[in-house]
């Protein structure tokens, strides 16, 4: 049995709707709380922490400052001479340009902060597989395609703070395939864990929605066909799962306008998993409730050879042909 979480960001609970997005409001959803950033914003760089961990950005210490999240040692080298040397719209632009325009992004907190920090994650006393966690990086060394397709968006996905929704695209049809590519790649990943029947906890994260949402603004088509889309992934993803498995959904906040909102939404499977969850905060709680309220120990697809005894139907024909 394995408890599935599916982050999507910017799963907005205004903009989903039962008889047309099934998957994504299963078989109960609500909305939730989220956190505003100092930018007014919630952040997805703070509330991905604040989720796996339930603790505020304040207690967790993953905040942005002046807009760009800094925590990553590229970023945090260029903040400590920058807060000396270069005015505060100054450093915002800075920031801006390092995030778009090198390897780098604030996306890339290695899971070894937590530790480092005294911090407990819900992947603890689990065997749990974390997929795309903004800020929980399992391996620095590596990144997979998603991460990779939103590192080279370039002219794509360009930050402009004088345009609604913050983004500019300069191709918006590419854009959205590529938005989709990333969603189907997450996805596909989830399910390859799932099917694995190696873990308890499956735990994965998708930006693609996020994304389309900030250059959606002037554009509600495309968000009403990114919403159907990744209904259809998570269609998907529901025919892994057997009987005795269960799906949560979780955001960490809405976008409307291109803008982030102040609510956020989980759904699950599952109704009474969901009935503790009022805030972003509350999340960890209610998965390690399921997994210590139900048996989710895996169990391998295959047996190894030779651990289990034949069944007596098959050991009486064995006998029979005059092999034992």
């Not at 397709?149 to 395939?177: A, C, K, W």
């Not at 989710?296 to 030779?306: S, V």
């Amino acid at each position: 049995m394995t408890l599935v979480v599916l982050g999507i960001d910017a799963l907005d609970p205004d903009l989903v709707d039962p008889e047309h997005h099934q998957a994504l409001t299963l078989d109960r959803y609500e909305s939730i709380e989220t956190i505003p950033s100092m930018t007014g914003e919630p952040s997805t760089h703070e509330l991905w922490p604040t989720i796996i961990t339930g603790c505020s950005p304040d207690e967790h210490g993953l905040k942005l400052e002046d807009g760009v999240a800094w925590e990553h040692p590229l970023l945090r080298m260029a903040r400590t001479v920058a807060t000396y040397t270069v005015p505060d719209t100054i450093q915002t632009r800075v920031g801006a340009w390092l995030l778009n325009n090198t390897s780098e992004d604030a996306f890339r907190v290695p899971a070894t902060y937590y530790v480092e920090h005294g911090l407990s994650t819900v992947f603890d006393s689990v065997s749990a597989k974390a997929i795309g966690i903004p800020n929980y990086v399992t391996n620095p060394d590596r990144e997979d395609r998603e991460h990779r397709i939103r590192r080279e968006m370039g002219s794509l996905f360009e930050r402009n703070p004088d345009t609604q929704g913050g983004h500019t695209s300069s191709d918006v049809t590419e854009f959205y395939e590529r938005c989709m590519e990333m969603i189907m790649i997450r996805t596909a990943r989830i399910r390859r864990a799932v099917r694995s029947r190696q873990f308890e906890l499956v735990f994965g994260y998708t930006s693609g929605l996020d994304l389309i949402g900030h250059v959606s603004h002037d554009r509600p088509e495309m968000q009403e066909q990114a919403y159907a889309e990744a209904n259809d992934f998570v269609v998907e993803l529901l025919d892994d799962l057997d009987e005795t498995d269960d799906l949560l959904l979780v955001s960490d906040h809405g976008l409307q306008d291109g803008l982030h909102t102040d609510e956020a939404m989980v759904a699950s499977t599952d109704p009474e998993l969901i009935d503790g969850i009022g805030s972003v905060t509350d999340v960890r709680s209610a998965i390690e409730g399921e997994l210590n309220r139900v048996d989710h120990q895996p169990e391998p697809p295959w047996t190894e050879q030779g651990s289990v005894e034949p069944s007596e139907r098959v050991s009486q024909q064995l006998e029979d042909l005059g092999y034992m």
